[in-house]
């Protein structure tokens, strides 16, 4: 995993929360 990209958490973040409002 990469180690502190502004860009990679972003798509990380964008989706995990994906993840939650499919669930």
Avoid: K, R, V, W
Wanted: charged share 5%; glycine share 8%; aromatic share 0%.
């Amino acid at each position: 995993m990469a180690t502190g990209t502004q860009p990679d958490a972003g798509q990380i973040l964008n989706s995990l929360i994906n993840s939650i409002l499919l669930i």
